[in-house]
């Protein structure tokens, strides 16, 4: 059984988390353990409806973020990588300078010092420098940086399209296989 974390932070596309969380479930041998930013709660209301009791059940496992002491918190947590999707650049931040004051930032931070993979979806435009430098910082400490990035190759027909495109590749990015995901076929020459 590997064991995969999912953050959703309070930055705006939160159906890319519940897609994740979705895809999960159609792997075989993955647990998923589910982390709410405190902001996650408002833009996934703003943008999903009423649905973090759903989110809470496609996860095996739901975890309080406030709970610092949770199995997550821990590197003797056996867990086979993180994803945060999406991230906010605060969480992002966050991250990057090791203010684990919640489970989300926490379980992130454990991810890296444990040399376990991380894939932050980051969902912030225009970048400015300090969030360039950031990610810079970030990807030197292990993780990858995989900001939802639609696959036109793929041909999306509608916006769910586009999520589910995006979160199934930043799932492959996690090291993970996963069943029906569009792949570049490759050009041929004529």
């Not at 932050?120 to 435009?125: C, D, G, I, N, Q």
């Not at 639609?150 to 769910?160: D, E, F, I, Q, R």
Request: glycine share 8%; net charge negative; hydrophobic share 45%.
């Amino acid at each position: 059984m590997r064991r995969v974390i999912v953050g959703i932070s309070g930055a705006s596309g939160a159906a890319y988390g519940k897609k994740v969380l979705e895809i999960l479930n159609e792997c075989d041998g993955v647990e998923t353990h589910l982390i709410l930013s405190n902001a996650a709660w408002t833009t996934i209301a703003h943008e999903l409806g009423d649905v973090t009791h759903d989110l809470e059940q496609l996860a095996d496992v739901f975890h309080d973020n406030s709970n610092v002491g949770a199995g997550p918190a821990s590197g003797s947590f056996n867990a086979f990588g993180m994803i945060v999707a999406p991230c906010s650049v605060r969480t992002m931040s966050a991250i990057a300078y090791g203010q684990a004051d919640n489970l989300l930032v926490r379980a992130a931070d454990v991810s890296l010092k444990e040399r376990r993979p991380l894939v932050l979806m980051v969902r912030e435009t225009p970048l400015h420098l300090g969030h360039l430098r950031t990610m810079t910082q970030l990807t030197e400490m292990g993780a990858v940086i995989a900001p939802p990035v639609p696959a036109m190759y793929a041909h999306p027909k509608s916006l769910g399209d586009v999520i589910t495109q995006s979160a199934a590749r930043a799932l492959h990015v996690l090291g993970l296989e996963i069943p029906g995901m569009k792949r570049w076929p490759g050009l041929t020459q004529t």
